[in-house]
């Protein structure tokens, strides 16, 4: 398995380009996971709606910011969950983590033997209203895409970076 942090700002066709790698290669099993994905089933707790307005947002990084200040290591040890969950697959795999924040992204390099990727979008800086989407190029990161594509180029990016991953041998899993 090989696990692939990705990054950028909000509307910078992550999620687009995660799909598109869903469907490129059919021998490669993408999974994906979100360190918000947590923080916004406990904001539903505390009656969020699901919005994602500039108050939300903030409100969602200082809510995942106050669950690293309460144990750092919450979000490797969800990953190593999904990691260890996939332990008998017999073939190639893939995890994509999106993540923000620098330090969060280097502690997931290390714990997994992770590459980097961060998608830009030169027309989608987004706003910067929390430390999670104002850090978002404060990292180096492994592999950049520049997403000023049309669908079909982004597919054939998509197509050519799991080609890139796949030769890559030293992005596997460290157990």
């Known amino acids: ?3 692939v942090v990705i990054n950028g700002t909000p509307e910078s066709g992550k999620d687009t380009f995660v799909d598109f790698c869903k469907t490129a290669n059919k021998q490669v099993g ?3 996971y979100s360190t918000i994905d947590t923080v916004k089933k406990i904001a539903g707790y505390l009656g969020w709606d699901g919005r994602k307005t500039e108050l939300d947002r903030k409100f969602l990084a200082e809510l995942k910011s106050a669950i690293t200040n309460w144990d750092e290591d919450f979000f490797i040890k969800e990953i190593r969950q999904i990691i260890n969950l996939y332990k008998s697959v017999n ?8 993540c923000r924040e620098p330090w969060q992204i280097k502690k997931i390099v ?8 961060l998608i830009e979008r030169k027309d989608k800086k ?6 999670a989407d104002s850090s978002v190029f404060n990292y180096n990161y492994d592999y950049k895409i520049k997403n000023n594509l049309t669908l079909k180029e982004l597919q054939l990016e998509a197509d050519n970076f799991l080609e890139q991953l796949r030769k890559d041998d030293k992005h596997e ?3």
């Open 1 to 3: 398995m090989k696990v």
């Open 91 to 98: 073939y190639q795999l893939v995890l994509f983590v999106f």
């Open 30 to 32: 993408i999974i994906s």
């Open 173 to 175: 899993v460290c157990d």
């Open 110 to 117: 290390e714990n997994f033997n992770a590459a980097t990727l």
């Open 126 to 131: 987004g706003k910067q209203s929390n430390i």
